[in-house]
């Protein structure tokens, strides 16, 4: 079994910065896929940024030049710097983690860039 706890989520002020933090316990080896997704009040999940294999990333448009993914593999944990704010940025930012061929979620951390 495999859990994933995300921290890191608050309130920012538009052009603040946030780092986002992705802990993963349990049976963790042969990773296939890791990132972070997000899904604002009225909207579909959608893919922020993530590790597709090994070290490769894929980042979303709107997340390019001013999202940073990173991991830490001794610590299981994966980092999203988000510089730059915007209020469309506000949502619930969740980590996902593929392993064999199963999905696994954690529970979000809600971001809100406001003034």
């Known amino acids: 079994q495999v859990q994933l706890a995300e921290s890191g989520g608050g309130l920012v002020q538009p052009g603040g910065s946030l780092r986002l933090s992705c802990a993963a316990s349990g049976s963790i080896f042969n990773i296939d896929y890791w990132g972070w997704y997000r899904q604002a009040p009225g909207q579909q999940r959608e893919l922020v940024a993530a590790?597709?294999?090994?070290?490769?990333?894929n980042y979303a448009d709107f997340a390019e030049g001013r999202f940073i993914l990173s991991r830490d593999n001794a610590a299981n944990t994966v980092y999203l710097q988000m510089n730059s704010l915007k209020p469309e940025d506000t949502a619930v930012y969740y980590c996902k983690l593929t392993m064999r061929r199963l999905d696994y979620w954690g529970k979000g951390t809600l971001v809100t860039v406001s003034s």
């Open positions: 590790f597709t294999s090994g070290t490769s990333t």
